[in-house]
């Protein structure tokens, strides 16, 4: 009679398959763990360039305005540029319009002084100064010379420094009379700086 031991069979057959379970689970976890860390690295390129396109499209957009700004800095430099240029035609024609009427208000300002019984010779500009003009003329009466210096100097329009250069005494006519030769040195200030816009009133009278 043979006799089989089956239980011995079974305990071997389950020791074999032990190990076998083993490393069927160690390769699973293995494989899930290199799974896990492909997904990882899968989504952290994908973020990667998704950030990328972010930081391209930041970029081109940082590009695209700073050449507008470029573009508007140079408009305020040419801008800049033609307003210096205006400011200075603006000056040069304010200088023109001055000298222009520097010597109308001159004029103006000199024949209102002129007393009775004086007249002028000569009007002639100084070699030392623009604004410093000499005066010839001729008076009847030492008085009208002096008159007519206080009129320039009240007038506002010449410095409180006119000079007397030199005055000489003709005498004229039958009866014998006086003829009075004068050169006076004054400055002419222009019309903005003028204390006095005109004589005082009653102390010119018209030129002769």
Do not use: C
């Not at 000569?122 to 009208?144: F, H, M």
């Amino acid at each position: 009679m043979i006799r089989i031991n089956l239980i011995a069979e079974r305990e071997q057959a389950k020791k074999k398959a032990r190990p076998f379970q083993a490393a069927q689970k160690l390769t699973i976890g293995a494989s899930l763990i290199l799974i896990a860390t492909l997904v990882t690295i899968g989504w952290w390129y994908l973020a990667l360039s998704r950030e990328s396109v972010t930081v391209d499209s930041e970029i081109a957009a940082a590009e695209k305005e700073t050449a507008r700004l470029r573009g508007i800095l140079q408009q305020v430099q040419q801008f800049e540029q033609q307003r210096a240029q205006l400011e200075q035609r603006v000056s040069l024609i304010e200088q023109l319009r001055k000298a222009q009427t520097g010597p109308v208000h001159l004029l103006d300002q000199i024949s209102r002084a002129l007393p009775t019984m004086l007249w002028l010779t000569e009007l002639k500009q100084s070699d030392k100064s623009p604004n410093e003009i000499v005066i010839d003329g001729r008076s009847t009466t030492l008085t009208g010379v002096s008159d007519f210096v206080k009129n320039l100097e009240e007038s506002g329009y010449f410095k409180r420094s006119i000079d007397i250069i030199s005055s000489t005494t003709e005498p004229i006519g039958q009866p014998p009379g006086e003829l009075i030769k004068f050169q006076l040195r004054a400055q002419f200030q222009e019309p903005e700086t003028s204390k006095k816009p005109s004589p005082p009133a009653g102390t010119i009278k018209s030129g002769g």
